[in-house]
């Protein structure tokens, strides 16, 4: 569907999700959705506001253009399909509309299918779609959970007798890699979602290997290799399960947490080479490394965990600040870095696939559990998991 | 900051030319590896196998450990710290580890691994490359000591098994260490001369 509404991005519309009968889940998980974008301001309805809805067939634009809304998204059972429209208040008619077939609520499928709704809608008005139908994977327990974007679905993917670490997503959602911690060394394995077993990645047999990374197609991993000679960025192709080559050769220095730039052009890193830990790009060879976010020597904290965004015009990584690591990103261009978190201990930033949100670490509650802010508005939320969760990844979208 | 890697250059050149002076002590064959442990057997005899296999090596593990519970084996055994991200051998712990490395030279079928561990402050996973400097500086010390090198295994738990609990200076300071592992040739520790 082409998109038909103009969008200021600095302004957040207001937009009121109109009651009706039926489908009461879906317009919950809708509605929860629409506001966790962030994109907009909603409106929340009195109780018993039934009598919006107006006659059946008639749209009852005047009541709500008097609520202050924008737009109104309406979800209908019609014959047993669910209909989803955007009315534009001002112009007083339909802006998009898309008809679809929910599984039933009870079907494990079904809440990604509103989400993947939600984030039609969130495109329909903004050009770009929203992030419900997305997952986390996080360690919790030295064990590697995923769950939904809204905290339902959740499951652990990596067995209790390993300490599992560093999870992160391929591209296609369908695979989590991440380290295999035993007895001090450990493989990095590539897990499929669906099941099925880990397979270890090339190279990573030997020694201890830390922080990977899955290139823009899916079709290589970077990570580092920790052994007497150092920590060592290496990249293998696991599409083809092959092809080991080292990218970083540091005698005293540490090379880890490697990132690649979305068009997989260039990683970036930490590196310590010049003292403390630092961000640093180089080229996908490993060649014309360089430092990447600037820093003054013997003055800003350490560096650490680098992520660049969908887009590749930030990086979020976390730095420390009087003693605590806080969450900063920097935008690519202009290599401004700008502060985002300041309360309490708040780490291991990952990007949300709309290049606006990012989830990261905070103790901020009380113990290490993940917080999700919008970088344009500075609205935050907490996730809710069981027990401490760290070092969280945020999936691309799901299709 | 820039001083780390240089501090660590050096530190190395002050102990070759420490022990430059001396005789370097004649070491033995050290005892071949012990086998792999996770090979899986198959057949109908599998499990019975695995579990001889796993009480002979419960066997081990308890008769090393009576044995490493003397003077020596704690000697051996005793663990080592460090300054905050830093992963240089502090000038109060060269006693320790001189100590273990002339224990190493009169056992010379001992072979050790040295565990790097962090505290919980820095990034979890720099910890872990944090960690394996730590166990290797341990293994350069030990190795310029004349302990052969192939003795001595290197592995990092970053900060993923604290010893001491809390969020205090005196946690962090403990947890900050290397541990000393006896993986082979640990019964009938002898005493250095």
Not at chain 1, 80 to 91: C, M, N, P, S
Not at chain 1, 306 to 314: I, L, N, V
Not at chain 1, 321 to 326: A, D, E, L
Not at chain 2, 161 to 184: K, Q
């Amino acid at each position: 569907m082409r998109l038909v509404l103009k969008y200021d991005p600095g302004a957040r519309p207001s937009l009121v999700v109109t009651p009706g009968t039926g489908l009461d889940s879906a317009r919950a998980i809708l509605r929860r959705d629409l506001d966790f974008s962030d994109r907009f301001e909603t409106v929340i309805l009195p109780e018993a506001s039934g009598t919006l809805s107006g006659k059946a067939g008639a749209f009852n634009y005047d009541l709500y253009r008097k609520l202050g809304a924008a737009y109104a998204v309406e979800l209908a059972d019609v014959g047993g399909r669910a209909q989803v429209r955007l009315h534009d208040l001002a112009a007083g008619k339909v802006a998009a509309q898309v008809e679809t077939v929910f599984s039933p609520a009870t079907d494990p499928g079904f809440r990604m299918q509103v989400h993947r709704i939600s984030d039609e809608v969130v495109r329909w008005i903004t050009g770009t779609p929203g992030i419900a139908a997305t997952r986390f994977a996080f360690v919790a327990g030295g064990r590697v959970y995923v769950v939904d974007n809204d905290g339902v679905n959740l499951r652990a993917l990596t067995p209790e007798s390993a300490t599992s670490l560093s999870p992160t997503w391929s591209p296609d959602g369908g695979r989590i890699a991440y380290t295999r911690l035993q007895d001090g060394r450990g493989p990095i394995m590539i897990q499929p979602i669906a099941g099925g077993a880990a397979t270890p990645v090339p190279g990573t047999n030997a020694g201890l290997n830390i922080t990977p990374a899955f290139s823009p197609d899916g079709n290589l991993l970077a990570y580092s290799s920790s052994t007497e000679q150092g920590t060592n960025i290496q990249v293998a192709n696991v599409a083809q399960n092959c092809c080991v080559q080292r990218l970083t050769v540091g005698r005293f220095a540490d090379n880890l947490s490697p990132t690649f730039a979305p068009d997989g052009g260039r990683l970036a890193f930490v590196s310590t080479r010049a003292g403390p830990a630092q961000v640093y790009t180089m080229g996908a060879d490993g060649t014309d490394a360089e430092l990447f976010v600037p820093f003054d020597f013997g003055v800003t904290g350490s560096t650490n965990a680098p992520e660049w965004s969908p887009e590749g015009t930030m990086v979020a990584f976390h730095r420390e600040v009087s003693g605590s690591p806080q969450v900063f990103v920097m935008d690519v261009s202009g290599r401004r870095v700008r502060q985002l978190t300041s309360s309490g201990r708040n780490e291991d930033p990952t990007w949300a696939p709309d290049g606006r949100h990012v989830a990261f670490v905070s103790d901020r509650s009380g113990r290490r559990q993940l917080w999700v802010i919008d970088i344009d508005t500075g609205r935050t939320r907490q996730l809710v998991t069981p027990g401490a969760a760290r070092l969280p990844a945020w999936s691309r979208r799901l299709k | 900051m820039n001083a780390r890697p240089l501090a660590f250059a050096l530190a190395s050149v002050v102990m070759l030319a420490a022990c430059g002076g001396k005789q370097e002590p004649e070491l033995p064959a050290p005892e071949p590896a012990p086998a792999p442990v996770a090979t899986a057997p198959t057949g109908p005899n599998a499990d019975s196998a695995a579990a001889a296999e796993r009480e002979r090596l419960e066997r081990e593990r308890r008769e090393r450990e009576a044995a490493l519970a003397g003077a020596v084996g704690t000697d051996l055994k005793s663990m080592i710290h460090f300054d905050y991200d830093m992963a240089d051998v502090r000038a109060d712990d060269a006693a320790n580890l001189d100590r273990k490395a002339a224990i190493l030279a009169a056992n010379p079928g001992v072979r050790v691994r040295i565990s790097g561990h962090a505290d919980e402050r820095g990034s979890d996973e720099y910890n872990l490359a944090l960690g394996m400097r730590r166990a290797t500086a341990a293994k350069r010390y030990l190795e310029n000591k004349g302990v052969e090198g192939a003795r001595i295994e290197v592995v990092s738990f970053g900060e993923e098994r604290p010893l001491a609990a809390g969020a205090d200076e005196a946690a962090f300071a403990n947890n900050r260490r290397d541990e000393f592992d006896v993986t082979a040739g640990g019964t009938n520790l002898v005493a250095p001369q």
